[in-house]
Each structure stands twice: as structure tokens, then as C-alpha cells.
């Protein structure tokens, strides 16, 4: 079932990677879509006011973006169905064990903690302050550890497990150079609720050396990896996969699976919008400059430079990367130019957004069946509503 499912998304993305595979930071104008004019012209002709209603509310877009995509499947096709775990949350949990998570977040390790139902000993993965493991605990008695890269997350979290007289050892280690790999046992039951990009997959590899009898896992953020491109984690998609032996996916590809933020509040939707903007024009004004076509990088910064002005922004560009300009005096025509890239930008992923899940999918079902070619008995489903957290796709494995 689980090869089934993967190859149907598989040409299903094949077909349409048009219109999904591009990196959109790195065009003056709309994505070509293959030639598709009538689209582009369609999307040209969208008003902010509508832009809004079809970010929040892509169904209402879909009729008419079929008229252009033929091939295009709802966000709610058959296709993309998982089957629900119980999403019920239990609101008596005792204050303590609550203390220091925030709302959403201990519905997610509330959800997640559900799919735990046998004595083996838990270990919990890239654990931060150990929360999900506490109330595994609290609800099975299991036993339970812990590991964390950050020595301070773990000193905090041992306080807060001496706080509540539960025995959770943590274990300081850096899960990506293997340094967690001799916690892994066979009679072990290993968790990891939003471990990013390359920290689930080395525990998907390690527990498959190691022979852990079962692994739950909530994967997210794919692209954050130390390849430059989509490494395979089954060998059934890295040879049979009609996608890889198309086109190489890129990190903006595997970004484009986890952009969704549906969780975002007003505010933080606000500044998005103004860190992107602000980017395409930066962008502009370095190929103004520079005399180039080719576009310039931009990594993490100080949120803080959002409150400032965008002048305050180009100038710790300028020094973070060195570059030898000045800046002009009126940098107005540039914000003006990032602002058209943008409005481009943001109406070209109303036709991207059709695409995330099922390319979060394809991953998923990936790793799925890596673990299911080593033997584990494998089943994908979702642990929590997507309002609580996007990244709600569970894969749960046992030998």
C-alpha cells in the first residue's frame, strides 16, 4: 500500500512539477508555468482583497484555477487522504506537567503522547526539555530518557523533571555526527515529535541498524539537510521514482512542503510579508549596483531589523556579505521594484499551495518506506488538526 500510494503521488507531481518546481526569489517576473499565458494572465488579474480570500481559502480558487490546470487535484482529494488518529485531547492533565509549554504546543505533545500504548522504554529524540517524554510517562508509566544536543535545554529539563520526582536522564549528544546512536537498543520504543531534516533521518538510519522495535516520528522541515539537493531515503524512490529521475529537488523545493503557516497569527503573518518584500528589494538594489542577473543569497537576520527601516536592513546585508557598494540616497525606487516582485511572488504560490501537501507526502512515504524495506511494519497517519500544527503527518513503525 504504502508503494502504491507513493508511485500514484509520484506521477501525480511528475505531471505537474511546472508548476511547483521553481524557485521564485529568483525571477524578475511570473513563472513561465510552461507557457501557460491564460494562467498568468488570470493571476495578474487577482486584487489584493481577492489574493487574501484565496491564501485563506484555497478552495474557493480551485474551480477556477482547474479551468487553467487541467491536471490539478483539490488540497481534499481521495489522494491525499490519511487516516486520523484519536485527535482527542485530554484537558486534565495536572498544571505541572503543563508548566513552561504553550498552548498549541502541548496539544501537539498531548496528541502525539496518544500513539504510545505499550511498556517498552521510550527514548525521545532531539528532546529539548524532555516535555513529550514526561507525559509519556505520566500516562504509561514507561520509562523514559532522553537526547539533546543543547546542554542547557537539558539542564532545564532535568530541573523540571527532579521538580515533578520523575527519573528522565538526559544525554548531551549531537545526533547528526552519530553521537546519539549508542542510546538506540532493540527493546526500545524511540520518539521524535518535529525533529528537522537530517536529525529524523539519522534516526531513521540508526534505528534501523540498531533494530529498535518501534519508532514514531513526526518529520518537518526537509529541507534543512547538508546536501544541496533531495537525497533518497528508501531505495524504492531512489529507483523507481519517475520525479528524481526528472528533475532535482532542490532545498526551495522541500521548503515549498513546510510553508504553509496556518498557525500564524495576524502580526506574525505581517512581518513575513515584510521580510520577503524587503528581501526582493534588496535584491534589486544588489543587481542595480553590482550590474548582475544573478541573484544574491540572504540568510537568517535579526528579526529586530524588521522594526527598523529597510535602509537599516540593505546596510547589515551590505557588511554581512561584504559587498563593495554604496548605498544611494533614496532607496525608495528599489522598495518600490521588491514590492512588484512580491505581489508576483505571493500570487504565484496561490498555485503552489496546491502542491505542499502532496509533496510533503512523497517525502513522508519516503521515509516510510525506508523503514518498511528493513523490516518494520509501517502506518502514516495524522496525530492532531492541521490548525494546531501543519506538520501533523505521523509515521509510526514496529517490528
Keep these: 500500500m504504502l508503494k502504491h500510494n507513493f508511485d500514484k503521488i509520484d506521477r501525480y507531481l511528475t505531471a505537474t512539477k511546472q508548476y511547483w518546481h521553481y524557485n521564485a526569489f529568483m525571477l524578475n517576473d511570473y513563472p513561465t508555468f510552461s507557457g501557460n499565458s491564460a494562467l498568468i494572465n488570470f493571476l495578474h488579474r487577482i ?35 490519511i487516516n486520523n488518529n484519536n485527535l482527542t485531547h485530554d484537558l486534565d492533565m495536572p498544571f505541572w506537567l503543563k508548566k513552561g509549554i504553550k498552548g498549541r504546543k502541548w496539544i501537539q505533545i498531548d496528541r502525539f503522547s496518544n500513539s504510545i500504548d505499550e511498556t517498552l522504554p521510550v527514548l525521545e529524540w532531539c528532546a529539548g526539555k524532555g516535555h513529550l517524554g514526561r507525559l509519556i510517562h505520566y500516562k504509561t508509566k514507561n520509562e523514559i530518557s532522553a537526547v539533546e544536543w543543547n546542554a542547557e535545554l537539558c539542564n532545564q529539563g532535568l530541573a523540571l523533571a527532579q521538580q515533578q520526582s520523575i527519573l528522565q536522564p538526559f544525554f548531551v549528544a549531537n545526533v547528526l555526527l552519530g553521537e546519539g546512536n549508542q542510546l538506540l537498543n532493540k527493546e526500545q520504543h524511540v520518539v521524535a515529535l518535529h525533529a528537522c531534516g537530517d536529525l529524523h533521518v539519522h534516526l531513521i538510519n540508526g534505528v534501523k541498524k540498531a533494530l529498535t522495535e518501534k519508532v514514531t516520528i513526526s518529520p518537518c522541515c526537509y529541507h534543512l539537510t547538508e546536501h544541496d539537493s533531495y537525497q533518497a531515503v528508501s531505495s524504492y524512490a531512489l529507483q523507481q521514482s519517475q520525479l528524481l529521475s526528472s528533475i532535482t529537488l532542490s532545498k526551495q523545493d522541500l521548503k515549498l512542503a513546510v510553508t504553509q503557516q496556518s498557525t500564524s497569527g495576524e502580526r506574525q503573518t505581517q512581518l513575513n510579508d515584510q521580510e520577503v518584500w524587503w528581501r526582493l528589494s534588496f535584491d534589486c538594489l544588489q543587481k542595480a549596483l553590482l550590474k548582475t542577473e544573478d541573484y544574491l543569497t540572504v540568510p537568517s537576520f535579526p528579526k529586530t531589523l524588521l522594526s527598523n527601516n529597510f535602509r537599516d536592513f540593505a546596510e547589515w546585508v551590505k557588511a554581512y556579505k561584504q559587498l563593495d557598494i554604496e548605498l544611494p540616497a533614496d532607496l525608495s525606487m528599489y522598495l518600490v521594484q521588491g514590492k512588484v516582485r512580491f505581489n508576483r511572488l505571493r500570487r504565484g ?51
Excluded at 495524522?382 to 517490528?399: G, K, M, V, W, Y
Design 349 to 399: 504560490e496561490l498555485v503552489s499551495q496546491f502542491f505542499r501537501r502532496s509533496l510533503e507526502l512523497w517525502l513522508v512515504y519516503d521515509r516510510a518506506l525506508s523503514l518498511q524495506e528493513a523490516g518494520y511494519q509501517v502506518n502514516i497517519s495524522i496525530f492532531c488538526d492541521a490548525n494546531i500544527t501543519p506538520r501533523n503527518l505521523l509515521i509510526q513503525a514496529s517490528r
Design 47 to 81: 486584487d489584493d482583497n481577492k489574493l487574501l480570500n484565496y491564501q485563506k481559502n484555497p478552495a474557493s480558487l480551485y474551480p477556477l484555477l482547474k479551468q487553467f490546470i487541467p491536471e490539478l487535484l483539490n488540497i481534499n482529494d481521495p489522494l491525499f487522504d
